[in-house]
Every structure is written in C-alpha cells, then in structure tokens.
C-alpha cells in the first residue's frame, strides 16, 4: 500500500526542512507531518488500525491534509512495518483557553504557549474531528511549527481525556450493558456507557475514536 502523492504546489515545505526520520506507519500519530513521494508535506489529522491476523497483515489509514495554502485532503493506507518519512519540526505544549466561531472545524482554537503564555489562534480542522469535538477548555494539546514558525498542525497531549457528564438518561433496568449514550461538558455525544452513569459522573473517554474507556 502507498500513500497518494499530493499537493505539488507545497513541494518548498520539504526543501525548507533540513532534518526528516524514519518511523513505521503503525507508530505514526496524529499531528505527524509526512513526506511522501511528490516532495511534499502532509498532515495526519485522522489515524486508524485494522488489526490483521499475520505479521503484515493490517492496514494503517490516515486522512492526509496538505500543509500550506490551498491543502487538500486525502486518504493513505500503508501496512504497519512499513516506513513512512516524517519530517522533524519542532512542537509546543499548548493549553486551549477557548473555541471561536462556534463548533466543529470551521471554528477556530485560541491556545496559549505553556512556556512563554503567549496565545495563538490555530484552525480546528487541525485537529481529527473526533478530538475537536470532546476536547474541553484547559485541555493540552502539542501544536506542530513550520521552519518559518507558523502553526501546521495540533494533536491533543494525551489519548484520553477525563469530562463531566452534562446530560444523561435514567438508567433502563435490563438494558444491554454499553447501551446508553450520554452527553459530556464539551458538548459531545459519548456513546457505549454503562447504564449506571448519571449526570454529575465523570468519565474517560478516547480522544482517537470518541470511545467510553471507564468512569472516572
């Protein structure tokens, strides 16, 4: 499996770099920043695992996001121990303060540096819009800078994230176990919980596929 070449037109993102590595496809994470065959830079804003059967058995799926102007999206697939080129930029601990423009990924996100308590505004969209929908105020995320310092992507700082739970229905005595579903803080839908959570509960939920882990 080979990732599609992509947006030739942000082939100066790679020259501008001087310093790239090797990983393999299974170990890349989301806010990666990848070089593939064309010379150009993308970003992964959505990562999945299809777990198979034999050593290489399993795809890697990624949703590739074009950095620079104009970036399109595209869909790459490699097997797990496959090598995939990813640049070495350099990344920033950042605490989200607040949303702008509303929901979803056409809002945008006001950070602040945890270093140097500076604040940037960053789209969204960097973000899997998984993650973009649970992450709550205050929540860490690493925001990925181009050799010229703009911000080009965002990942959240943990795989998991602890919310209060908002809105939640009676539990239903005999119900399947994992049948509810429940509203958390930051607005989104939790689905899979336990009957037993009420609201006021807190859970912990994972920022890769929106899944319930545990209660808190």
């Known amino acids: ?14 020259t501008a770099i001087a310093s790239f590595t ?3 496809a299974n170990e890349l994470r989301t806010g990666a920043v990848v070089a593939l065959e064309s010379g150009a830079l993308a970003v ?3 990562f999945a695992y299809t777990q198979g059967s034999g050593r290489q058995l399993g795809i890697v799926q990624a949703t590739l996001r074009g950095v620079g102007p104009g970036g399109s ?7 797990p121990g496959d ?8 990344e920033r601990a950042c605490t989200l303060l607040y949303r702008e423009g509303g929901s979803g990924s056409a809002s945008s996100l006001v950070l602040m540096e945890s270093d140097t308590f500076e604040q940037l505004s960053v789209p969204a969209s960097f973000l899997d819009p998984v993650a973009a929908g649970l992450l709550p105020d205050g929540a ?3 925001v990925t800078f ?3 310092g703009a911000p080009i992507a965002a990942s959240p700082a943990e795989a998991h994230v602890t919310l209060a739970v908002a809105e939640a229905a009676p539990a239903k005595t005999g119900a399947a176990p994992g049948s509810k579903s429940v509203v958390v ?3 989104a839908t939790v689905r899979g919980v336990p009957q037993h959570i009420k609201v006021g509960d807190s859970v912990v939920v994972d920022l890769r596929d929106g899944s319930f882990v545990r209660r808190a």
């Not at 090598?83 to 350099?90: K, S």
Request: proline fraction near 7%; glycine fraction near 6%.
């Open 185 to 187: 803080e930051s607005g």
């Open 44 to 46: 992964i804003e959505k």
């Open 146 to 148: 181009d050799p010229e």
């Open 83 to 90: 090598d995939v080129t990813v640049a070495r930029l350099p």
């Open 140 to 142: 860490g995320l690493l």
């Open 73 to 79: 999206t595209v869909q790459a697939r490699w097997r």
């Open 1 to 14: 499996y080979r990732a599609p070449e992509i947006l030739l037109g942000c082939t100066a993102y790679s």
């Open 22 to 24: 090797k990983k393999r």
